[in-house]
């Protein structure tokens, strides 16, 4: 697929950017304020009677990526979902198909809102949980590697979202009995081995498991999935996600009446 409108893209861009930044008091501060809590109460009351045994590092350090993970993967969601419902909610959403933009390109470019909404609250948690537990960064590139691949798929994950759901009730359904549960059971707070038998099959079956482990590795350097496997599972999501949602859109799937 080739690019042919560029600056349309930026704008499409900058229009979704723009959007949640005017509105930071519900978009990027809320996941801060909830990360300072997680880390007072989990990190530093809890999580001093914590002991891993054999893995080197403390529970707060352990929660951090998780933390980043976690917030990274709800503000994606909840940015591309929200924009593009309610562009169907008000049936704006057809300046856009009626826009010079191939599908591709309209996906570009309602992802750029999710990706910079990740990152910028991905860097927040990072920088808060900085001053309670200072971090260096222990793989830079293989951290960026996760958040990008993390926030493009939950990005694709709230546009399909988006389409499928006819009110704002459908569309809390799939974080609420879907997303939570799977990030919650992937290893933000715990390692799996600590789990029940059950539960720890099911958390190797769960995805999520690996873009959390991915994302702990790139920051502490620690990991208790292969990090190969994990890059592997978050590169075929996001890329597998991105082209249906892409097929969802050329074939207007709940977009033209």
């Known amino acids: 697929m ?8 930026l704008a499409l861009s900058k229009r979704e950017i723009m959007r949640f930044l005017s509105v930071a008091t519900q978009t990027i501060f809320p ?6 809590l997680f880390i007072c109460i989990f990190g530093l009351a809890i999580g001093r009677r914590i002991d891993f045994g054999d893995i080197n590092i403390t529970y707060l350090s352990f929660i951090i990526p998780g933390l980043m993970a976690m917030h990274l993967i709800s503000s994606a969601y ?5 924009s593009l419902f309610i562009a169907r909610w008000h049936n704006h959403v057809q300046e856009l198909l009626l826009s010079p933009l191939s599908y591709f390109e309209m996906v570009l470019g309602l992802l750029a809102g999710g990706v910079a909404r990740g990152l910028i609250v991905t860097c927040g948690v990072y ?3 900085s001053l309670f537990n200072p971090m260096s960064i222990a793989h830079p590139l293989v951290l960026l590697y996760f958040i990008v691949v993390i926030a493009v798929f939950f990005s694709c994950v709230g546009m399909i979202a988006a389409l499928w759901a006819e009110d704002f009730n459908m569309l809390t359904l799939w974080n609420t009995y879907f997303i939570l549960p799977l990030v919650f059971l992937g290893g933000v707070f715990h390692p799996i081995r600590i789990l029940p038998k059950a539960f720890q099959v ?7 498991f690996y873009l959390v482990s991915g994302v702990r590795y790139g920051l502490a350097g620690w ?3 292969s ?14 996600f991105f082209f249906f949602t892409v097929y969802l859109f050329r074939i207007g799937y709940k977009l033209r009446t």
């Open 2 to 9: 080739i690019i042919h409108n560029p600056e349309g893209i």
């Open 31 to 36: 996941p801060l304020i909830s990360s300072t």
């Open 78 to 82: 909840e940015n591309v979902s929200a």
């Open 127 to 129: 920088g808060i949980a």
């Open 202 to 208: 099911f958390s190797k079956f769960n995805p999520l």
């Open 223 to 225: 990991s208790e999935a």
């Open 227 to 240: 990090v190969a496997l994990s890059a592997a599972v978050g590169g075929g999501l996001a890329l597998g």
